[in-house]
């Protein structure tokens, strides 16, 4: 017997005051009363709880304390309209109270049960949608049988339906002679066959009819069902449009991530200081050059010898009398390739302090080492007159400090300067060359050339000394070229016309500019400002991309956000009868939150998986972590706008809502 006392149940007025009702075992029970009177909102009441609703349920004696528990064990609940889960399929329906049990249902069961309320012609792979009222009602009892359910509830079950309707479900009900059938209605028809009938008088149950022979009918002893509602296999109910909504929003989030990539790339890329451009040497040091004839590529400098020519004197002297300029030094390069054939390279000789030698084939022609000097005015400047290495020289050929390095390298030696020709000839000889590391320079210090980083720096006075030690002994390297410009002219000493200009770095940027404005045929190089414009480009590019990304994404987003908004309005139904089969509020949010890491960690995989994929195409995995963090952040971020949108769907209205009483 289900005993239901002390109910007080208020929403803007006193719809029940101390009210009591029992319902006694294989019975079928009417509740009849005026409209408004509370049969809706007490039958409700007895499925979920409500702030506005107290009252105390006994099932067999036994006060209920979990009422969840006990709907979920024991009460099938059919409402007016005969509501069932969108996101399920007849057969489904039957699946998923199959798997609550820990069973397995074949078609030929589902197909007897729906017999048994005269159902036996649907076709179970379709929508209840497509049953009349009265049907899908028939089907809901059908549902309640095979979970064998102590108690049915039926709401207005004649509601919306005609005589045929009306009589087919008088014989089902009938026919639940084992069930405690508890109804509301109107209709004579139906309450003809109830046992007991009661009304709804001043706020109280007034039994009129009591056809129940408590000699006969004691309270029958129901078997203990378990029930387990799993969030992990509820995850399969979905209708096909909520499939392609979730994965809509997965492919929209994947969108927005693969964006994610290059921007991330971009603001690392605007964010990377250069060395060169802290570099204090690098930064006061800047390159120049009187061109002869057309620029055919960017000036590299001390790498294209012959198509200089002397400064004027004039010019020379407006550039040392410029704000900022500390002095002026000649700047040229002693190569270990050959100048005339670039992919023509002298091996060298590494020996270490324990007189160990190693010999290196140079075959990388341009890119080979050479010899640079540095100057007084190099921050990098120890005075003690010794050779420094760059630490990529160190690095490619093994060299450390106490070594020497042995070579045979081209110095220029004589020049042929055509009237008719606007480029030089030089001529070069193979000098030997050693010479004794005393440091190894980081990136920090040492200064860069954009031919080769492989560099040897020396002391400027060791430097000309070497230039200047080339005698007849040393072996002429003699090309058609220069044998030809032999015919025409006499040779001359080579010159130095290529110089380096040690500026004040709050000057670096004037002297800059207004040497380029001198003569076009004045070629200026500084690796301090050619970075920091590049810098300043960088940093735009990375905000021009990170506004059409933000717009891109803008977009996406306001298409996640609609497409949950939606899925989630599309399942407020389905979640209300959760509730109505005493599935625990807490349990559906685990059924949202498992779709939510479901949704997280694919979007996060997938992610994931685009990052190597990129890091793979621009061949750089240096910030493998940063990506895959940036991934899981947006996805996280991702994940939380999903939950704040069905948080915001699925809450209580804190207003009062209209319930038909």
């Not at 007025?13 to 005026?34: E, L, M, P, Q, T």
């Not at 005269?118 to 028939?138: D, Q």
């Not at 030690?469 to 410009?485: F, K, L």
Request: net charge negative; charged share 25%; glycine share 4%.
């Amino acid at each position: 017997m289900l005993e239901v006392k002390n109910i007080n149940i208020s929403f803007q007025r006193n719809i029940f005051n101390n009210a009591k009702i029992k319902f006694y075992d294989s019975c079928i029970h009417a509740i009849v009363g005026k409209s408004g009177s509370g049969k809706t909102t007490f039958l409700r009441s007895i499925i979920q709880d409500s702030s506005r609703v107290q009252m105390e349920i006994s099932y067999n004696e036994e006060v209920i304390s979990e009422k969840d528990d006990f709907v979920r064990k024991h009460i099938g609940y059919v409402d007016q309209l005969g509501s069932y889960f969108p996101n399920m399929s007849i057969k489904q329906h039957f699946s998923f109270y199959a798997k609550m049990k820990g069973e397995k249902i074949s078609v030929h069961d589902i197909n007897e049960f729906l017999s048994r309320v005269n159902l036996h012609h649907v076709n179970i792979k379709k929508s209840p949608s497509v049953l009349s009222i009265g049907e899908r009602k028939r089907f809901l009892i059908a549902l309640a049988l095979y979970c064998d359910k102590d108690i049915i509830i039926l709401d207005e079950p004649t509601a919306s339906l005609d005589k045929k309707n009306i009589a087919l479900l008088k014989e089902v009900l009938l026919s639940l002679k084992d069930k405690t059938i508890i109804l509301t209605t109107h209709t004579q028809e139906i309450l003809e066959i109830c046992d007991v009938v009661y009304r709804i008088e001043n706020q109280q149950f007034e039994c009129e009819k009591n056809d129940n022979d408590k000699s006969k009918k004691e309270n029958k002893t129901h078997e203990i069902k378990n029930y387990r509602f799993s969030p992990i296999k509820y995850f399969q109910y979905k209708t096909p449009i909520q499939w392609i909504q979730l994965i809509g929003m997965i492919v929209i989030s994947v969108f927005i991530l693969a964006q994610s990539l290059p921007l991330t790339q971009s603001f690392l890329i605007a964010n990377t200081i250069n060395p060169q451009v802290t570099n204090q040497s690098s930064k006061e040091m800047i390159f120049l050059r009187n061109r002869s004839g057309q620029l055919y590529s960017i000036y590299a400098p001390a790498y294209e010898d012959e198509i200089i020519q002397p400064f004027s004197k004039d010019d020379m002297n407006k550039i040392k009398d410029m704000e900022g300029v500390k002095g002026i030094e000649t700047f040229t390069s002693i190569k270990l390739f050959n100048p005339h054939n670039t992919e023509e390279a002298q091996n060298m000789e590494v020996i270490d302090e324990q007189e160990n030698s190693t010999v290196y084939s140079v075959d990388e022609g341009s890119g080979a080492p050479a010899i640079f000097p540095y100057y007084e005015y190099n921050d990098f400047n120890k005075h003690d007159q010794g050779v420094y290495i760059s630490s990529w020289l160190s690095k490619i050929y093994n060299i450390q400090v106490g070594d020497t390095i042995k070579a045979k390298f081209y110095v220029p030696y004589q020049q042929y300067v055509l009237g008719d020709n606007p480029y030089r000839k030089i001529s070069y000889v193979l000098k030997e060359v050693e010479l004794k590391v005393a440091r190894v320079l980081s990136d920090e210090e040492s200064y860069s050339s954009i031919a080769t980083d492989l560099m040897i720096y020396v002391p400027d006075n060791i430097f000309n000394d070497i230039l200047n030690s080339v005698d007849q002994n040393d072996e002429e390297i003699i090309t058609p070229g220069i044998i030809r410009a032999s015919e025409k002219v006499d040779p001359i000493p080579y010159t130095v016309d290529e110089y380096v200009i040690f500026v004040d770095e709050d000057y670096v940027s004037d002297v800059y500019n207004a040497i380029l404005e001198m003569d076009d045929s004045y070629d200026v190089y500084s690796t301090y400002m050619t970075y920091l414009e590049a810098d300043v480009m960088q940093r735009e590019a990375f905000q021009t991309k990170l506004i059409s990304t933000g717009g891109i994404c803008g977009i996406g987003i306001i298409a996640f956000i609609t497409i949950q908004y939606f899925l989630m309005k599309s399942r407020k139904e389905e979640i209300e009868l959760l509730k109505n089969n005493g599935i625990k509020r807490k349990q559906i949010y685990q059924s949202i939150l498992f779709e939510n890491g479901v949704y997280f960690i694919v979007t996060c995989g997938i992610g994931l998986l685009l990052s190597y994929l990129y890091q793979s195409y621009i061949e750089d995995f240096t910030n493998v972590l940063l990506f895959s963090g940036v991934i899981i952040v947006i996805s996280f971020v991702l994940l939380c706008v999903n939950v704040i949108v069905s948080q915001f769907i699925l809450k209580k209205k804190k207003h009062i809502k209209k319930i038909r009483l």
